[in-house]
């Protein structure tokens, strides 16, 4: 049976917050002597990057402050706690989600300046493409650092979810 638009959407971010805490797993798996290598540095801004990006999207969805969008030198500790509020603030929109709600047309400012309007189902939409994305190139950086990449497909999700 197919669930509604809104629930679906909760259900992504469920996977999504499985799928980025196992990021932050995995990063811990890359030898103490290998983090202050090019390749852990980035897998860490990246990550620091999808939080921010959260955070700045809810930002323009819901009103709220920005934060930068491209952290440098991020500490893991601090991208872990982020994510935590992030988390959080996204699972109290998301738990309001309704039809309307998704059809509403946002308009909003990008970081540099120029205006956007979209209807929040296709922000919601870009977010999880976001991700998706940069969690590839985290999980290359962590191989390429000596650590072992999280699995982080949708499927991998389910199979542990039933």
């Known amino acids: 049976m197919a669930a509604d638009l809104p629930a679906r959407f909760r259900r992504w971010f469920e996977y999504e917050r499985d799928a980025h805490d196992r990021v932050l797993d995995s990063l811990a798996t890359i030898p103490e002597d290998r983090r202050s290598s090019p390749e852990y540095r980035k897998a860490v801004d990246l990550l620091a990057h999808v939080v921010a990006a959260r955070r700045n999207w809810l930002a323009r969805i819901v009103g709220g402050p ?6 440098r030198d991020a500490r893991i500790e601090d991208v872990a706690k982020d994510w935590t509020e992030a988390a959080a603030l996204w699972t109290e929109y998301l738990d309001k989600l309704d039809d309307d709600e998704l059809a ?27 991700s998706h994305y940069h969690r590839g190139q985290i999980a290359s950086l962590v191989r390429a650092a000596g650590g072992e ?9 389910l199979r542990r979810s039933n």
């Open 66 to 71: 920005a934060v930068p969008v491209f952290p």
């Open 104 to 130: 509403r047309v946002v308009e909003y400012r990008l970081s540099d300046g120029s205006a956007g309007r979209e209807v929040a189902e296709d922000l919601l939409v870009q977010l999880y493409g976001h």
């Open 149 to 157: 990449p999280a699995a982080t497909d949708f499927i991998h999700w």
